[in-house]
């Protein structure tokens, strides 16, 4: 007799694992139920196969955690836990270097790592790390797979969830998916997109807006051998879709096997230890003629069957949506509450409104980004921050300030004319250039006598608001731009704020000496204080103050008992604000009541009761 030893893998009797598949089957069934040629029922098998295979070998450390996980679902929003985002490079040499760093990110109560993309990328520029060559194998320079897993292991161990980049748009040139495309193997057919003339590439062009319109304009890129059928053909080739940079084709999701084949990148990140998952790009996975090409729903179904899939492996990891949109466009990220999609998402529309407020001296602008940001299902969480790796584009804002609004908030960031010193990156035509620079020197924390204040005003802001606040590698030392960023990066000018940590500097920021002292201190005082607030973990979303004065940017959170009022004077000059209750002043325990005096550029954190 021939027993067939039983199969180990994901539980699909009736539980509460079956509705997610069932919710994965849905949105698949949308994308591929229909392809010519190809068997749904096959494919669902295939996806069955790829889950069985990851769930047994998934280590009973991490199956005990997924089982903690269960009754955990807000383990990554802790109140006061901020993230911390930093290329492994820059902040710590190695993975290895990084594992050192742990009790650095513990001082600050850090709860999430996300190190920029660490996978292995291909050689020469990179558009840092974001040009993946392999997805199964970590940079060299940074270390192993089993650096990897430790780094992993190390952070859990000190209550840190480590989140990954997963580039799914696209991949590096030189991926092995895409030299087996090019080669005309059968395994990769279909998995990135050729047009074979250029008015085709005109009829799609004239939807798509260009991302990097001064460093690589188009989406397309011409590659010889491309599209054509027997490879090697002299002189033959196709136009490939390249949305960022040249070296960055864009996979083709139209394809069923390029979701099996990133399933299968997720599933070994999340069994190597990843606790969450930038999806970088998010925005841009499904194509349509006719249309811009992102936010499409394709690209919802997507994130929709990855987040139900991965539910079933790994119950509690993190999906964050790297969809730098108008608001409108982001909060559909999230999902419903039964179909989620990602659990997280940059908070774009408030970072962006922050530095337009600053600018302005007015917080206008913020009251129409918070009621949008407020818009969003109870499930979702923003990523809110004040800076990240990549440029801060204006044009989430596009729906409440107009192209020459935008276009004074460059200059005054990258104009010279003003404290801050940025620099301006590139815009399409008729937009205004995006801003590049690190908080502190956006901020004028060099020159300006308020700099300092200022930054710490930001940051105040930023970890007021709902979600999860985030620190951008060397902000919490007031550490300013790279000088030397243009050497071997230019016309890249997202260089100029992705400085090395300057450790030096941070030993005496930890020592609480000078400025860097003061914000870091400054930082890890706001996390005490929410810590340690009373039914913090239930505080409701931040909305705007109706009798707020045009200076003093104002919100409030309401709390089981009372109101947290975040409440910030953007001007030079001194600020009354009248509280309507007594309160209590957050930062120093004071009791206030009536009206209160606001110096230049503080923020407040009052306790209403
Ligand atoms: C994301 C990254 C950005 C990168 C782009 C292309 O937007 O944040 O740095 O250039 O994706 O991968």
């Given at each position: 007799m021939c027993v067939t030893p039983p199969v180990a893998g994901?539980?699909?009797?009736?539980?509460?694992?079956i509705d997610h598949w069932y919710t994965a089957r849905e949105a698949l069934r949308r994308l591929?139920?229909?392809?010519?040629?190809?068997s749904f029922a096959a494919f669902m098998a295939e996806v069955a196969r790829v889950l069985a295979d990851a769930s047994a070998a998934r280590s009973r450390d991490l199956t005990a955690r997924d089982i903690r996980r269960r009754n955990d679902a807000d383990w990554f929003s802790r109140p006061g836990r901020p993230a911390y985002s930093a290329y492994v490079d820059k902040f710590a040499g190695t993975l290895k270097g990084c594992i050192a760093r742990i009790p650095y990110l513990q001082d600050l109560n850090v709860g999430l790592f996300h190190p920029l993309p660490l996978l292995k990328p291909r050689d020469g520029d990179s558009d840092g790390g974001f040009a993946?060559?392999?997805?199964?194998?970590?940079?060299p320079k940074l270390g192993t797979f089993d650096d990897l897993r430790d780094l992993a292991g190390a952070l859990r161990r000190a209550d840190i969830g480590l989140v990954l980049d997963v580039v799914c748009n696209h991949t590096a040139e030189e991926h092995a998916w895409a030299q087996g495309w090019l080669a005309g193997d059968p395994a990769y057919a279909d998995f990135y997109i050729t047009l074979d003339d250029e008015a085709e590439m005109a009829a799609w062009s004239a939807h798509l807006v260009d991302v990097?319109?001064?460093t690589a304009p188009g989406s397309f890129t011409w590659v010889e051998?491309?599209?054509?059928?027997?490879?090697?053909?002299?002189g033959a080739g196709g136009w490939v879709w390249t949305?960022?940079?040249?070296?960055q084709w864009d996979l083709n999701?139209?394809?069923?096997r390029v979701f099996l084949a990133m399933l299968d990148v997720l599933f070994t990140l999340a069994n190597a230890?990843?606790?969450?998952?930038?999806?970088?790009?998010?925005?841009?996975?499904w194509k349509a003629k006719?249309?811009?090409?992102?936010?499409l729903d394709g690209a919802h179904d997507i994130v929709t069957a990855f987040r139900a899939l991965l539910t079933m492996l790994a119950p509690g990891s993190l999906l964050l949506a790297e969809a730098i949109e108008d608001v409108r466009h982001v909060?559909?990220?999230?999902?419903?509450?039964?179909?989620?999609?990602?659990?997280m998402a940059y908070n774009n529309t408030a970072m962006t409104a922050l530095w337009a407020a600053v600018a302005e001296g007015d917080g206008a602008i913020f009251d129409a980004a918070l009621t949008g940001a407020a818009d969003?299902?109870?499930h979702g969480t923003w990523l809110n921050y004040?800076?990240?790796?990549d440029d801060i584009i204006w044009g989430a804002l596009g729906g409440i300030a107009d192209a020459t609004r935008q276009k004074r908030w460059t200059k005054f960031y990258?104009?010279?004319?003003?404290f801050a010193e940025g620099l301006a990156f590139q815009a399409n035509a008729g937009a205004a250039a995006s801003v590049c620079g690190m908080a502190a020197s956006l901020c004028g924390?060099?020159?300006?006598?308020f700099g300092l204040d200022r930054l710490k005003l930001v940051y105040s802001v930023v970890y007021a608001l709902d979600g999860v606040p985030m620190i951008y590698m060397g902000d919490e030392i007031a550490q300013t731009n790279?000088?030397?960023?243009?050497?071997?990066?230019?016309?890249?000018?997202?260089?100029?704020?992705?400085?090395?940590?300057d450790w030096r500097a941070a030993g005496q920021a930890q020592a609480e000496d000078g400025p860097q002292g003061e914000i870091f201190a400054h930082l890890r005082m706001l996390s005490e204080v929410l810590m340690a607030l009373p039914g913090y973990d239930a505080a409701g979303p931040a909305l705007p103050l109706?009798?707020?004065?045009?200076p003093v940017l104002a919100f409030a959170r309401a709390l089981p008992k009372g109101r947290l009022l975040c409440l910030a004077n953007l001007s030079g000059e001194n600020q009354t604000i009248r509280l309507i209750k007594p309160a209590t002043?957050?930062?120093?325990g004071l009791r206030l009541a009536g009206a209160t005096m606001l110096p230049p550029w503080q923020a407040l954190w009052v306790h209403e009761i």
């Amino acid at each position: 007799m021939c027993v067939t030893p039983p199969v180990a893998g994901p539980d699909l009797s009736p539980s509460p694992d079956i509705d997610h598949w069932y919710t994965a089957r849905e949105a698949l069934r949308r994308l591929y139920g229909d392809v010519p040629g190809h068997s749904f029922a096959a494919f669902m098998a295939e996806v069955a196969r790829v889950l069985a295979d990851a769930s047994a070998a998934r280590s009973r450390d991490l199956t005990a955690r997924d089982i903690r996980r269960r009754n955990d679902a807000d383990w990554f929003s802790r109140p006061g836990r901020p993230a911390y985002s930093a290329y492994v490079d820059k902040f710590a040499g190695t993975l290895k270097g990084c594992i050192a760093r742990i009790p650095y990110l513990q001082d600050l109560n850090v709860g999430l790592f996300h190190p920029l993309p660490l996978l292995k990328p291909r050689d020469g520029d990179s558009d840092g790390g974001f040009a993946v060559a392999d997805f199964g194998a970590v940079d060299p320079k940074l270390g192993t797979f089993d650096d990897l897993r430790d780094l992993a292991g190390a952070l859990r161990r000190a209550d840190i969830g480590l989140v990954l980049d997963v580039v799914c748009n696209h991949t590096a040139e030189e991926h092995a998916w895409a030299q087996g495309w090019l080669a005309g193997d059968p395994a990769y057919a279909d998995f990135y997109i050729t047009l074979d003339d250029e008015a085709e590439m005109a009829a799609w062009s004239a939807h798509l807006v260009d991302v990097f319109p001064a460093t690589a304009p188009g989406s397309f890129t011409w590659v010889e051998g491309a599209g054509v059928e027997g490879a090697g053909v002299e002189g033959a080739g196709g136009w490939v879709w390249t949305t960022f940079n040249p070296y960055q084709w864009d996979l083709n999701y139209a394809n069923p096997r390029v979701f099996l084949a990133m399933l299968d990148v997720l599933f070994t990140l999340a069994n190597a230890g990843v606790d969450g998952f930038r999806l970088d790009s998010v925005a841009y996975l499904w194509k349509a003629k006719g249309t811009i090409c992102r936010n499409l729903d394709g690209a919802h179904d997507i994130v929709t069957a990855f987040r139900a899939l991965l539910t079933m492996l790994a119950p509690g990891s993190l999906l964050l949506a790297e969809a730098i949109e108008d608001v409108r466009h982001v909060v559909p990220f999230f999902g419903d509450p039964l179909r989620r999609q990602c659990d997280m998402a940059y908070n774009n529309t408030a970072m962006t409104a922050l530095w337009a407020a600053v600018a302005e001296g007015d917080g206008a602008i913020f009251d129409a980004a918070l009621t949008g940001a407020a818009d969003k299902p109870e499930h979702g969480t923003w990523l809110n921050y004040a800076r990240c790796h990549d440029d801060i584009i204006w044009g989430a804002l596009g729906g409440i300030a107009d192209a020459t609004r935008q276009k004074r908030w460059t200059k005054f960031y990258a104009g010279g004319e003003s404290f801050a010193e940025g620099l301006a990156f590139q815009a399409n035509a008729g937009a205004a250039a995006s801003v590049c620079g690190m908080a502190a020197s956006l901020c004028g924390v060099a020159d300006d006598a308020f700099g300092l204040d200022r930054l710490k005003l930001v940051y105040s802001v930023v970890y007021a608001l709902d979600g999860v606040p985030m620190i951008y590698m060397g902000d919490e030392i007031a550490q300013t731009n790279d000088a030397a960023f243009a050497i071997g990066h230019e016309p890249d000018v997202r260089w100029l704020h992705r400085p090395a940590m300057d450790w030096r500097a941070a030993g005496q920021a930890q020592a609480e000496d000078g400025p860097q002292g003061e914000i870091f201190a400054h930082l890890r005082m706001l996390s005490e204080v929410l810590m340690a607030l009373p039914g913090y973990d239930a505080a409701g979303p931040a909305l705007p103050l109706p009798s707020r004065d045009g200076p003093v940017l104002a919100f409030a959170r309401a709390l089981p008992k009372g109101r947290l009022l975040c409440l910030a004077n953007l001007s030079g000059e001194n600020q009354t604000i009248r509280l309507i209750k007594p309160a209590t002043d957050l930062f120093d325990g004071l009791r206030l009541a009536g009206a209160t005096m606001l110096p230049p550029w503080q923020a407040l954190w009052v306790h209403e009761i």
